[in-house]
C-alpha cells in the first residue's frame, strides 16, 4: 500500500499524463484533408442551408444575459429531481435543504427581475 504522499504524486502524474497523451492520440489520428486548399472551406456554414447575409453581426448583450439566466435556472432545477427521488430515504432534512435552496434560488430570481436581466426590449 503506498502512502498518501505517494498516492497524491501518482495522482498529480496521471491527471497531466491523461490529458497529455489524449490530446496527442487525437493529433496523430486526426482526420487530415487530402487536398490542401479549397473554396468551399472558406464558405460560411449554417446547417447545409445557403447562407443569407453576412456571419459577423452583433447580438445584443440581452440575447446572451436571458441565455445565461436561462441556463442557470434550468441547471438548478435539475438538481430537483434527484432530491425527488430520494425524499423519503433522507426525511425532513431533505425538505429542509431544497426549502433552502429553493429560497437562495427565488433571491436570485428576485434579484434578476428587478435589475431587468428577465425583461424582453
Not at 40 to 66: L, N, S
Not at 87 to 94: H, K, M, S
Request: charged share 15%; net charge neutral; with cysteine.
Amino acid at each position: 500500500m503506498l502512502d498518501s504522499w505517494t498516492q497524491a504524486l501518482v495522482f498529480l502524474l496521471l491527471s497531466f499524463a491523461v490529458p497529455i497523451a489524449m490530446l496527442v492520440v487525437g493529433m496523430v489520428l486526426r482526420v487530415r484533408s487530402r487536398r490542401k486548399t479549397s473554396p468551399i472551406k472558406h464558405e460560411i456554414y449554417e446547417c447545409g442551408e445557403e447562407p443569407d447575409g453576412p456571419a459577423w453581426i452583433r447580438f445584443h448583450p440581452r440575447y446572451y444575459v436571458v441565455a445565461l439566466v436561462f441556463v442557470l435556472f434550468d441547471v438548478e432545477a435539475a438538481f430537483l429531481f434527484p432530491w425527488a427521488l430520494g425524499i423519503r430515504d433522507n426525511g425532513w432534512l431533505a425538505i429542509a435543504d431544497m426549502t433552502l435552496f429553493l429560497g437562495i434560488l427565488v433571491i436570485g430570481w428576485a434579484y434578476a427581475v428587478r435589475k431587468g436581466a428577465i425583461q424582453w426590449q
